[in-house]
């Protein structure tokens, strides 16, 4: 695709649903990366993917959350019994090998609210 | 503590006019830096990116400076226009292990007519 494409774009919840949020990569890029941004703040990693394969997972913020990719391509982050905090906006980006000195492209990300 | 800090955190400048923002960091060891562009409810844009070795880099009307010896950078906008009102995000990339980056909390640039 042109870019990177995350959905849902919104996404409002109640505590204690699980949640499933998904990106599509710039097709070709290996590398593929979730953050979250939450409202007035910078935004924090949580987990990289190289291929299918997640090297770094030191982000992810508990273990109600987890991460897949399949067929080096699309990726799919699950919040587990969701709480208040988790409302934020999280974001996709993705980059042609994952070198340090790489541009990221990001998507648009998903807005989540959690009640 | 690898700590980024970005000030001002607010702007608001005159259409036409240049700033500079300032970004200082405590990272270590030190892979690289990047300076984006977010508008508001879009993903960030990559402006710049700077290794230990470089002090400058543009882009257009973007210059991005990098001191590693006082581990400050700063990204000038020359000749603002509207569609500089965004947030300018500065993040630096630790040269370790797996993937470690640390991102500023953003200054909030407002370009008026």
């Known amino acids: 695709g042109a870019g990177v494409s995350q959905s849902p774009s919104n996404k409002v919840t109640e505590k204690g649903k699980d949640v499933e949020l998904r990106c599509d990569p710039i097709?070709?890029?290996?590398?593929l990366y979730w953050y979250r941004q939450r409202l007035g703040q910078g935004l924090e990693f949580l987990i990289y993917f190289q291929g299918n394969s997640a090297p770094d997972k030191s982000g992810l913020p508990s273990d109600r959350f987890s991460a897949e990719r399949t067929g080096e391509s699309v990726s799919t982050l699950t919040i587990q019994r969701t709480q208040q905090e988790d409302s934020a906006v999280y974001l996709c980006?993705?980059?042609?090998?994952?070198?340090?000195?790489?541009?990221?492209?990001f998507g648009p990300g998903t807005r989540l609210l959690v009640l | 503590k690898n700590q980024v800090e970005q000030s001002p955190q607010s702007l608001i400048i005159l259409e036409g006019k240049n700033c500079t923002l300032q970004?200082?960091?405590?990272?270590?060891?030190?892979?690289?830096l990047r300076w984006y562009k977010q508008d508001t409810g879009r993903g960030p844009v990559s402006l710049t990116i700077?290794?230990?070795?470089?002090n400058t880099k543009s882009n257009g009307r973007y210059t991005a400076t990098l001191d590693a010896d006082t581990k400050q950078s700063s990204l000038h906008i020359t000749a603002s226009q509207l569609s500089d009102s965004a947030s300018y995000i500065c993040?630096?990339?630790?040269?370790?292990?797996?993937?470690?980056?640390?991102f500023g909390a953003g200054t909030r640039l407002f370009v008026k007519a």
């Open positions: 097709s070709g890029h290996t590398a």
């Open positions: 970004c200082n960091y405590t990272v270590s060891p030190f892979s690289n």
């Open positions: 980006a993705s980059s042609l090998t994952g070198g340090r000195q790489e541009t990221q492209y």
């Open positions: 993040v630096v990339s630790l040269n370790t292990g797996g993937f470690k980056t640390i």
């Open positions: 700077m290794t230990f070795s470089e």
